[in-house]
């Protein structure tokens, strides 16, 4: 609505006396105290604009429109400045792999979400995995807020959340990160007290290598702390800043030694810029192995000669990008993209000095990049061409991870189905190399050995007592090789031979004595739901990755 003849008055005495005082800087003075005055007005007034001295005043105002939320403002370390982080509460639920319709306890985990400059808040995805419900809590107000999981990379054990509003993290700064830590600096680890006061630990990167993250079969770039960390409230994940900037997420932490193992933000970087150019991509792999070069035998044996570098290829993944690019086991890989490879597989990197090549591979390079790679071979150096790839998981006989889904299984005659994985193998505890069955430990561990064109490895994963299983009780962990005559390479081969018999029996062939199972198909039928009922079992089959 227009301004009254009072507001009019106001407003034309406040112009004449900046136009009086400050000539030079009436327009912005106007400018300003428009907005003064129109803070005072009733809803709805209007006020005119400003214009320069002696110009002619213009007509109302277009309607401003409203802006977008500001991108947090950088953390800066103070007394009294708010830390870049957010309360996560993670609610997950996993599966159970030996009895795979079944559900295992539910668990609470807390963490904490370091706030990045974009607004996106970055966790360790160990915190998430298997989640049901994914929570913020602001440290000072106690205020919570539901969060989206918008990408996750159990490989790099690192996930992005998403706040449910941008005004949920209004008050809370934003992180950057810092790549230039060494070792020797001192940085502190940050936690909460349950009040939401930030809590900070001294601490000292003591190594930088390449290490093993959760997933055992993943080498990335690891900071090694020495740190006398205590346990407290939303401790499953915390960061470490070095002068406000972030270096890295704690994923590890051992009391006995006082160590923690942190994700860097060199492999935090490659993942964020992985994330801002979808589809995500991971992190990328050579598909090989190799060890030093330092036995003299070894190296009169590539005829190596004295002096040279370089490292000994051991295994070549098959369709990997080493094996792509024509590698053999047996080369000496010399230089990878123009850098010299030391005997014992390391390179120099601008900020990390000697440092093994899986680094370079796997987190400075991004995916699809092509490289020369030069290797020596038959006394010969030869130069090669690769293209650096994620692992293709699809072409894994045995899973290294299931997470966020239940895993698949077919039950036929009260004898359970699946398909190996890490995670069954795990169920066996932090001992299952020795514990679980050797068999399958082997299948999982050596996966390059497996016979060519075998796609997953499908086995025995129970026997559930009934009269169609008695005999059957000793078959668990017994690998499928063909059903009705059909090869079996996954649950859904098994599944579409079990549905085609070739007459009243089901003819089930194992690797290993004894040989063949046979299941009546209509005593199979009738089992079903008794078996359904008496183990509480939803389905009798479940491929819902097999699609």
């Known amino acids: 609505m227009p301004m009254t003849a009072a507001q009019r008055t106001i407003f034309l005495a406040a112009t004449a006396i900046l136009l ?9 003075g106007l400018r300003g105290i428009l907005e003064s005055v129109r803070a005072l007005l009733p809803s709805g007034a209007s006020t005119p604009a400003a214009s320069a001295p002696g110009k002619e005043e213009p007509g109302p105002a277009a309607p401003t429109p409203t802006p977008a939320p500001a991108a947090p403002k950088a953390y800066v370390p103070s ?3 708010q830390p870049p982080v957010v309360r996560v509460n993670v609610a997950s639920q996993a599966s159970s792999f030996t009895q795979p319709w079944r559900k295992n306890t539910r668990t609470l985990r807390q963490g904490l979400g370091v706030v990045l400059m974009d607004g996106r808040i970055l966790v360790t995805a160990e915190l998430v995995g298997n989640h049901t419900y994914v929570e913020l809590e602001k440290p000072e107000t106690a205020l919570k807020a539901p969060a989206k999981v918008e990408v996750v990379d159990y490989d790099a054990n690192l996930a992005l959340l998403a706040a449910p509003a941008a005004e949920f993290l209004q008050s809370v ?6 790549e230039s830590a060494a070792v020797g600096d001192r940085v502190e680890i940050m936690q909460l007290e349950s009040n939401g006061r930030p809590v900070i630990t001294p601490a000292t990167i ?14 990335f770039l690891v900071f090694k702390l020495s740190v006398p960390l205590q346990s407290r409230e939303n401790s499953f994940t915390v960061p470490a800043f070095k002068d406000g900037r972030l270096i890295g997420l704690v994923m590890r932490y051992q009391p006995m030694t006082q160590t923690a193992d942190v994700v860097p933000a060199p492999v935090i970087e490659h993942f964020l810029q992985a994330v801002d150019h979808p589809p995500y991509a991971g992190f990328p792999r050579a598909g090989l192995t190799f060890s030093d070069t330092r036995d003299p035998q070894l190296r009169r044996y590539a005829k190596l000669p004295d002096g040279k570098g370089g490292a000994y290829v051991t295994k070549v993944v098959p369709g990997s990008p080493a094996a792509g690019a024509g590698m053999k086991v047996g080369d000496v890989l010399l230089s990878v993209d123009g ?5 014992d597989g390391n390179y120099e990197d601008a900020r990390l000095g000697k440092i093994s090549l899986a680094h370079y591979v796997s987190t400075v390079l991004q995916a699809g990049q092509k490289i020369p790679i030069v290797v020596w071979r038959d006394g010969a150096e030869i130069t090669l061409e690769g293209v650096v790839a994620p692992r293709d998981r699809a072409q894994m006989i045995s899973q290294p991870y299931i997470f966020d889904r239940e895993p698949d299984y077919v039950v036929a005659g009260g004898i359970v189905f699946s398909e190996l994985s890490r995670q069954f193998l795990r169920e066996w ?3 299952w190399v020795e514990d679980a069955p050797l068999h399958l430990v082997y299948l999982d561990r050596f996966q390059g050995e497996a016979p060519e064109g075998r796609h997953r490895i499908v086995f025995i994963s129970d026997v559930l007592s009934g009269p169609n299983s008695i005999g059957y009780d000793d078959l668990r962990f017994e690998v499928v090789d063909e059903v009705n005559g059909k090869k079996i390479g996954s649950l859904k081969d098994l599944a579409d031979a079990l549905d085609h018999p070739t007459d009243n029996f089901q003819r089930i062939k194992l690797a290993e004595d004894p040989g063949t199972v046979i299941l009546d198909v209509e005593g199979t039928k009738a089992e079903e739901a008794r078996i359904m009922s008496e183990y509480s079992v939803p389905a009798p089959r479940r491929l819902e990755s097999q699609n």
């Open 20 to 28: 009086a005082t400050q000539p030079s800087r009436a327009t912005e």
């Open 79 to 81: 007394p009294r400045s």
């Open 173 to 178: 700064p934003g992180a950057r990160l810092d």
């Open 206 to 219: 003591t190594t930088i290598e390449v290490g093993s993250y959760p997933v055992d079969e993943n080498a």
């Open 339 to 343: 850098l010299a490879i030391d005997q």
């Open 429 to 431: 505890g932090s001992n």
